[in-house]
């Protein structure tokens, strides 16, 4: 579904990615993990449109996307989450998700005018969906609170219910699991795999060894900008330059 | 007296609708104008052009509409790209730009010795009753204008502003065309800048660039943060207060302040200057107190 | 070429004068993260306050020169401690904001004081010499002289002294700074004082060179920030590089358009800058955004 060929990006001297090559394919959770500074959070944002590569090329279901803006590739339905959670915080949590709607007709200048039923008829649309999605991420008490008092974990839940609201077809995460608590990632991880078996093809990045091995499908481990190994979970854990990667050659 | 309060009033008013226009972009779309004056200038002048050229008073209020909605074009491409500190000074930069043409372009505009004798509406009325309509018809605008803005600010295209200006790569991330509601939103509040300009312009009955100073920028800045950023009704209750403030103080003189003109003048000035400093340090979130937009990066 | 020979001249001299205000302003955006508006104004201050060391306390030029140092840092150094310090950890345009305040205070509080007419220092006017067909003033070589060595004393300050080198580490990134163990409110503070100084002797020359206007400062603020951009903001290189070239290019122009337009040139290639090469010819390749 997603293919990455050969990109580099360089900052300054550094090559945060180099020659990095690597395929998610669709209707299954591929994870991505490395060490720090081995570019894992560079490869989302080249992919997700934030930053251009020096090199390379990225593939979305077949058609070229190196290069286009991160909102046109949302339309696309290629959706990309932050690492450091990006809630619109005086926005209320219920806001949040009812803006995160795609070509929602209210939002065309024009047609807030002319076609006000239109307009009503959408929203309603669109806070339906929105508390549904509440409910499922167990945040519908919290529907009209301003998204800046929510807790650490609460926030990744939002952060990943707005990106839901637009509907994609590939989401990318980065570190779901960060900073939240065990109880809250076990729901988590359900929430996802749900979601993966209603068709969502995920790729995560993740520290939490257990939290990916648990939830992927397929691993690659990144280091240095570029791909170092990749196989089923099993296998990843158990390949030696894995463990060097991470832990240092002896 | 009534003559005094109907005068202070219509300028009031006008104030409003800069207020309204530079809130929808500070207030509600996080975008930091600092050149506003720019927009009422050109709408000021366009009107006045126009109407002494022998146009209808309607057309030129029209034009001057457009053309400031048009002036916001370039400011909103070039936000896109420069970060907030230095498109202050950008947008500053422009609206001197657009002073030092007005001043220079004699041809055009009579440089410093501006347009004279533009015309009132009704001026077949005797005065006081001219300017008792005058002040109705403006009433009603920035009432219709408070009310666009308003429905505009409630609606999802208000929502996605305000996403904006919380975050605007998070927007971006979620399918939003950042530069296009940005310009929109520029070209909506610009364009009701201009139409201040024409109202400007008609009361007057002249313009020149002195009046387009980056102070009346400042005033507004005042006016908005001082209601409250993102609150419309805030932006107006704002305007009153500051109103209320630069004309009282013209009455000290009459209540034996032993200052002259000049030395009154600098010291309203500076006390707008503590104003601004007291506001952002001590209640950035005005009156109102809506959000502190100060707090964060 | 003769004929360019006259207005690059004029050039340098405007523009060594603005490069003092940039170098102000760029060590201020450097080291405290600050675009500080107020920054003309006290241009003005320290011209209005050797002013009155000459004409109200009948001091020398010298004298008075000190006067203008001390009452400018002093006045900035309490903006500063009252307004800009506490704004340090809100969002820019707070800081924005708050030295267009300081601005407004300052310049109207000297209108309060001094009106708005026009001084001047009690300097002799003599007549240009001819160099070469270009025609120059000894209070303008004094001028350029007096800046230039101003620039390389703050170049050795900044590349010899203990504080300077603090103060490039500051720049660079503050947090590693304070662990490396450098007190950085305290360079801070010395920047400012230094930046202030630069001011205030920048307000002095142009005094002398023109005239003392209440807004003599803000006039050229333009004109000193597009040479701190086009420099690259942060170095204190650039500032002077840039400002030369503004101050060239604002003559040049007037060859060309009418003289009310040499603001023009600050801005257009200040915004042009910002859109093309924000990081101007010396400063770092980071973004503007």
Not at chain 2, 177 to 205: E, M, R, T
Not at chain 3, 260 to 289: Q, S
Request: with cysteine; hydrophobic share 55%; glycine share 12%.
């Amino acid at each position: 579904m997603l293919e990455v060929h050969g990109v580099t990006k360089r900052f300054g001297g550094v090559a945060a990615l180099d020659r990095c090559s690597l395929e998610v394919r669709a209707g299954i959770i591929t994870g991505l993990i490395g060490p720090n500074g081995a570019g894992k959070s560079t490869l989302f944002a080249v992919v997700a449109g934030q930053l251009n590569p020096d090199q390379g090329d990225v593939r979305f279901e077949g058609r070229r996307i190196t290069g286009e803006p991160p909102h046109r590739l949302a339309h696309q339905g290629l959706v990309k989450t932050f690492q450091v959670t990006r809630e619109f915080a005086h926005l209320s949590v219920l806001d949040n998700l009812l803006v995160s709607m795609l070509d929602h007709p209210g939002e065309g200048f024009g047609t807030i005018w002319l076609r006000p039923g239109r307009v009503r008829q959408a929203e309603a649309k669109a806070e339906a969906r929105a508390r549904q999605l509440l409910s499922f991420l167990t945040l519908d008490r919290l529907a009209d609170e301003p998204a800046a008092t929510l807790s650490g974990g609460q926030k990744k839940l939002l952060e990943l219910g707005r990106a839901l609201m637009t509907e994609p077809r590939l989401l990318l995460l980065d570190e779901p699991f960060a900073g939240v608590n065990p109880t809250l990632g076990r729901s988590l991880m359900r929430m996802l795999r749900d979601l993966n078996e209603q068709g969502l093809t995920f790729c995560v990045i993740e520290h939490n060894m257990d939290a990916i091995m648990a939830l992927s499908d397929y691993i690659y481990v990144l280091a240095e900008g570029r791909v170092l190994a990749a196989g089923l979970p099993g296998e990843v854990r158990q390949d030696r330059r894995v463990l060097e990667a991470y832990l240092g050659s002896p | 007296m009534t003559a005094y309060l109907v005068a202070m009033a219509i300028i009031a008013l006008i104030y409003g609708l800069l207020a309204l226009g530079l809130n929808l972009h500070w207030g509600h779309t996080g975008l930091i104008n600092f050149g506003h004056v720019a927009f009422f200038a050109l709408g000021a002048y366009a009107s006045a052009l126009l109407t002494l050229g022998g146009a209808p008073i309607a057309v030129g209020a029209i034009a001057a509409t457009g053309l400031a909605g048009l002036a916001a074009l370039p400011i909103g491409w070039v936000s896109v790209r420069l970060r907030s500190d230095y498109l202050a000074i950008v947008t500053i930069g422009f609206s001197e730009m657009v002073r030092l043409v007005l001043l220079n372009e004699v041809w055009l505009t009579r440089g410093p010795m501006g347009l004279l004798g533009v015309p009132r509406p009704f001026d077949a009325l005797p005065t006081g009753a001219n300017e008792l309509l005058y002040l109705a018809i403006l009433t009603g605008v920035v009432a219709l204008s408070f009310l666009l803005v308003e429905r505009v600010v409630r609606s999802p295209f208000g929502r996605v502003l305000r996403a904006i200006r919380e975050d605007e790569d998070a927007a971006s991330s979620l399918g939003k065309n950042v530069v296009q509601f940005k310009i929109k939103s520029l070209v909506l509040g610009a364009a009701i800048a201009g139409l201040a300009g024409s109202f400007y312009a008609h009361y007057i009955n002249y313009v020149v660039p002195d009046q387009f100073l980056p102070l009346v920028t400042f005033y507004v800045w005042i006016a908005v943060i001082l209601g409250g950023s993102g609150s419309n009704v805030g932006a107006l209750l704002g305007t009153g207060i500051l109103m209320v403030f630069l004309e009282g103080t013209r009455f000290l003189k009459d209540w034996g302040v032993p200052l002259d003109e000049v030395r009154l003048a600098a010291l309203r000035f500076v006390v707008v200057g503590l104003a601004l400093v007291l506001l952002v340090v001590y209640r950035p979130q005005g009156l109102l107190g809506q959000r502190d937009v100060t707090s964060g990066r | 070429m003769l004929a360019f020979a006259q207005p690059v001249v004029d050039g340098l001299i405007n523009g060594s004068i603005y490069a003092l205000v940039a170098l102000g302003l760029t060590l201020a955006f450097g080291i405290a993260r600050f675009a500080n508006v107020a920054h003309g104004d006290f241009v003005t201050l320290g011209a209005y306050a050797a002013l009155w060391g000459v004409y109200g306390a009948g001091l020398g030029l010298v004298p008075a020169a000190l006067v203008g140092l001390a009452a400018t840092v002093g006045a900035g150094l309490v903006a500063v401690g009252l307004v800009y310090r506490p704004l340090a950890r809100r969002a820019r345009i707070a800081s924005v904001i708050a030295s267009i305040g300081v601005a407004l205070v300052l310049r109207h509080a000297l209108i309060f004081v001094a009106g708005t007419q026009q001084f001047s220092f009690p300097i002799p006017i003599v007549r240009a010499s001819d160099f070469l067909g270009v025609r120059i003033t000894p209070k303008e070589l004094t001028i350029l002289t007096v800046a230039t060595l101003l620039m390389l004393a703050l170049s050795v300050a900044l590349q010899l002294t203990r504080v300077g080198k603090e103060m490039r580490a500051v720049a660079d990134d503050p947090a590693l700074a304070r662990v490396a163990g450098i007190r950085v409110d305290r360079v801070v503070t010395i920047m400012w004082m230094w930046s202030l100084a630069l001011a205030a002797i920048a307000g002095m020359l142009l005094g002398v060179k023109t005239v003392v206007t209440p807004y003599m400062g803000w006039d050229m603020l333009l004109s000193a920030f597009a040479g701190a951009i086009l420099g690259g903001i942060g170095s204190p290189v650039g500032a002077v590089v840039g400002s030369l070239v503004i101050g060239v290019s604002e003559e040049l122009t007037t060859l060309v358009l009418p003289p009310a337009y040499r603001a023009g040139v600050a801005f257009l290639i200040m915004t042009a800058v910002l859109l093309v090469r924000p990081a101007g010819i010396f400063g770092a390749r980071t973004a503007i955004r």
